[in-house]
């Protein structure tokens, strides 16, 4: 199996495992060390705590080990069944794993001292992650929920409601929460929106159906980026803006530059990138970055990178990734071809998760 397809195995049995637990858990609780009290405001959290994260892109290696980009490594192994992927955040890793080892989904916060707190155990697919780094929305049971992650106290259960018959969080700003579900088991092919602050959730699936798929927030915090149903019909597809208050309408879009239909995409940290997963004309699979400021009005790809699978983004301009020989490659806009990011103390043959930075 190529690497591609390892990732993709990866991520379709993570939310099979997510939608069988559905079914098969019954009802959760409040998760472990969490406490059912109104949301906290994100500007009363406590920023003393632990060292800052460091700069550079941080890798999960073989499931257990976390790699720093200077090759210091911190065990994750205590995690149930390994880290599975994640993010780099202000304060530390969120990284997610399986809550048991092998039915729930767990959320870990992993600080640079080498710490380990567990927030989040009985999940029943990937917890959402806001761009924030603070604000996570899950499902257990029957029953959706959201928190705020506090580096010092922990985790603060926040605003909850009944769960629909299926969905779980997958994407969230820190006032929307988009809910998805696959009908096939081959990926998330049904979105609806959930506002924890007017209440509970309800249903309107059936007013998303012109969605392909959804990559994550847009630039703002306030939208979500996906792909949309183009001109053509179902089989045409056009890299969208989605606005959360009207049922994910597409309010701009670029069409005629989406090659390759699925949810791996990465916004740049100074918002005016967009980089999502592509194919080229040999069908091998390859990197497209576009232009936010201007693809709504001119769509058209800036440049596409010789690598299989998306990346984290280091900067504004670089991103490192998998390459098509397998190994990490550093790209940068201005060249399709990317420089060796081999790390020190890194085994050739390691399974690599890399972790975008939310910070």
Sequence with gaps: MSRLGAWRALMVGVLAVGLAA?????SGGTPSGGTETPDTAEGQLGDVGAPPPPAGVSVIVDRKTLMLPDGKTIAVDKIPGGALDGFQTRDGWLLRGYGDG????????????GALR?????????VAVAPDGRHIAWRSGDKLYTGT???KAGLTVGKTSPAPERGSPFLMTNDSVVLAY?????GLDHHDVWFPALGDYKPTWEKTKHIFTMYGVAPGGSNYLGQVHG???EKDSCLAELDPKQNLKAIRTACGIVTQIDYFGAVSPDGKWFAYHGAGDDGRGRIEVVDLSSVFTKPAISVAWKAELIGAWEDGTTMLAHGLDGGLVRLRLGSADGEVGARPGLAKNANVVLL????
């Design 102 to 113: 092998r039915e729930t989904n767990s959320l870990w916060l992993v600080t640079a001292d």
């Design 356 to 359: 975008p930075r939310l910070l």
């Design 182 to 186: 696959s009908e096939t088991g081959g």
């Design 118 to 126: 567990s927030l989040v155990d009985k999940a029943q697919a990937p």
């Design 22 to 26: 559905m079914t098969a858990c019954g």
């Design 149 to 151: 992650i506090d580096p």
């Design 231 to 233: 001109p053509g019909g």
